[in-house]
């Protein structure tokens, strides 16, 4: 007699549940290991050191502040800017705003309401 074995979960498995997180790949180069620096030590976030790549994950909100990052850089304020953080990041999820002098990422969309100009209340 042949018994069946009763498949096991799948860790892949389609999971749509909010995960309350947002994050940004980052190119593992001079640039990226400075920004990913800065990142660390912030609360909620956390930094992965890939071989090709550098993971900057957060709960909820996570600010890229372009001053702190230029000094971190050695550079003068001014230097790092939106053009340079498109430049480094490869990806994100989330919904990502960027200001004059920083990049807001927002793991719900509707904490980013007030940024986007989106009306939450319902019409109809």
Not at 39 to 56: A, E, F, G, Q, W
Not at 84 to 93: A, D, K, P
Request: hydrophobic share 35%.
């Amino acid at each position: 007699m042949t018994t069946l074995k009763t498949p096991t979960e799948s860790p892949y498995k389609s999971d749509n549940t909010a995960s309350n997180r947002c994050g940004v790949t980052l190119m593992n180069n001079q640039v990226g290991v400075v920004v990913a620096e800065v990142m660390r030590h912030k609360d909620n976030v956390t930094v992965t050191p890939l071989p090709s790549m550098i993971r900057v994950d957060a709960v909820g909100t996570m600010i890229f502040d372009y001053a702190e990052i230029s000094e971190a850089l050695g550079e003068e304020s001014g230097y790092y800017d939106s053009a340079q953080f498109e430049e480094n990041m490869s990806t994100h999820y989330g919904r990502m705003i960027h200001e004059d002098d920083r990049t807001i990422m927002f793991a719900n969309p509707e904490d980013a309401a007030e940024f986007i100009g989106f009306d939450l209340t319902a019409s109809g």
